[in-house]
């Protein structure tokens, strides 16, 4: 028996309500480029419209002229999507609260989750959308992922309760160590004075 290894998320299928309430949301109110469209080729009483969130990856939405918005909170019980998160810059993270007000949209305020900061609201479906900024760059070669594991593995020996910016910032330092090499044999921290 073998794993089918996987290399990332592909894309996200949606199912929308009317062509421009997605076109509305995606491009108009999180600046995701409207990039492709044709039917669903599935159901041809469906469009698929398809947005770049920004990594070269897709979001795309069925829609249907026959549906409405329904801003009810889509359900949550298990097998169903939580939420969907996307990344954003610093500077933009320190936008959104305000960009959010001015267009009445509520949101959650913005949430210190250790490792990044966020912000949720809704989506006009009820779909919960997050709003999120790490709180560190990786090293040259490594991953968000990367930084991550180490830091969850530090954060667990020291009995923590979760990731802070102290196990981000020493894990960044291992993972330096180990995949940047060096002339000196003793990377020991020193005092220079």
């Not at 920004?54 to 939420?83: A, K, Q, S, W, Y």
């Not at 790490?134 to 930084?147: I, L």
């Amino acid at each position: 028996m073998q794993k089918i290894q996987v290399q990332g998320v592909h894309h996200i299928t949606l199912t929308g309500a009317d062509r421009q309430t997605s076109i509305d949301f995606w491009e108009g109110l999180l600046g995701m480029p409207f990039v492709f469209d044709q039917p669903n080729l599935d159901n041809p009483d469906e469009g698929h419209l398809y947005f770049d969130p920004g990594d070269g990856r897709l979001i795309t939405v069925f829609t249907n002229e026959t549906r409405t918005p329904d801003r009810r909170r889509t359900p949550t019980e298990p097998g169903c999507v939580h939420h969907i998160a996307f990344n954003v810059s610093r500077a933009m993270f320190s936008q959104v609260e305000k960009r959010l007000k001015d267009r009445g949209i509520g949101h959650s305020g913005a949430k210190d989750r250790g490792f990044m900061d966020s912000i949720y609201f809704k989506d006009p479906l009820g779909l919960m959308i997050e709003l999120a900024c790490y709180r560190f760059e990786p090293p040259t070669g490594c991953t968000h992922a990367d930084v991550m594991i180490e830091a969850h593995k530090i954060r667990v020996a020291r009995g923590d309760y979760n990731i802070q910016e102290e196990h981000l910032a020493d894990a960044i330092e291992l993972l330096v160590t180990c995949h940047t090499s060096s002339l000196t044999d003793d990377r020991r921290p020193r005092d220079p004075y």
